[in-house]
Each structure stands twice: as C-alpha cells, then as structure tokens.
C-alpha cells in the first residue's frame, strides 16, 4: 500500500457515501472519480464496484449495471445489495422481469433496512408502472 492509500484509507466510507451522493445530484463527474478513489483505495471492498452500479442504473445504462453487480456476486452470491441493484436493473429488461420481481419479493424481508426499503420501492416502481405498460 502506497503513502498516499494508506493516509486515506480512513476516507474510503466517505468517498463512497459522497459518490452516491453525487449520483444522486447528478454529478457524473463527481461520482466517477468519487468510486474511482474509492477503489483505488481498496479493490477488494465490493461498495465501489456498487457505487458503479448505481451510477448506472441511475442513468438506465443496464448492461454495465449488471457487469458491475455480477462481478460483485461472484464473490459473494448472497450480497443482498448487489442482488437489490442486479433485481432493478432487470425492471427495465423486458426479458428479465419476472426474475427481478423474484429477487425483489424476497428482499422485502431483509433485515437490512436500506435493502428492504430499496425492494419494497422496486416493488412500488414495479406495480405502478412495469404492470401497467403490459396491461
């Protein structure tokens, strides 16, 4: 570990929790270099990678949404907020859809509190306007 990664790895929480921030904010820039850093930090933390998810599913990017949370569940296949992102993605793949609504019903139990929120909102999202457009 260089200097410079181990005088800020204290920091890793917070440019994590910044780039979310930027994301939501809308800005790329930002949130970009935010997990890039992170992740320079520490690769092996899988939060940069779902940072990265975020990012783009944030901007309806699926494909790399997916390539992010899979490289993230092959480490760990129950990572609850990978499956969570991985579920929302699917949301917006016509062929997908049933197998995000799956992932989502058995999320809505979890005992972490922003993953059960996070279901419960695609469930939401889902019920208000993916059911409606197959109507």
């Known amino acids: 570990m260089s200097s410079l990664q181990q005088k800020y790895?204290?920091?890793?929480?917070?440019?994590i929790e910044t780039g979310f921030i930027?994301?939501?904010?809308?800005?790329?820039?930002?949130?970009?270099?935010?997990f890039k850093a992170a992740k320079h930090l520490d690769a092996e933390n899988p939060m940069s990678e779902?940072?990265?998810?975020?990012?783009?599913?944030?901007?309806?990017?699926?494909t790399p949404c997916l390539n992010c949370v899979n490289h993230v569940l092959k480490k760990d296949?129950?990572?609850?907020?990978?499956?969570?992102?991985?579920?929302?993605?699917?949301?917006?793949?016509?062929s997908q859809i049933k197998e995000g609504k799956k992932i989502l019903e058995e999320?809505?139990?979890?005992?972490?509190?922003?993953v059960k929120k996070f279901s419960l909102q695609g469930l939401e999202f889902m019920?208000?306007?993916?059911?409606?457009?197959?109507q």
């Open 9 to 15: 790895q204290d920091h890793y929480a917070l440019f």
């Open 77 to 94: 296949p129950h990572h609850q907020m990978a499956l969570a992102f991985k579920a929302m993605a699917q949301l917006f793949s016509t």
């Open 127 to 134: 019920e208000k306007f993916v059911n409606k457009q197959a």
């Open 22 to 34: 930027a994301v939501n904010q809308m800005d790329t820039h930002a949130a970009l270099a935010l």
């Open 50 to 62: 779902l940072g990265m998810a975020y990012y783009h599913l944030c901007r309806l990017e699926i």
């Open 107 to 114: 999320l809505k139990n979890s005992s972490d509190a922003g």
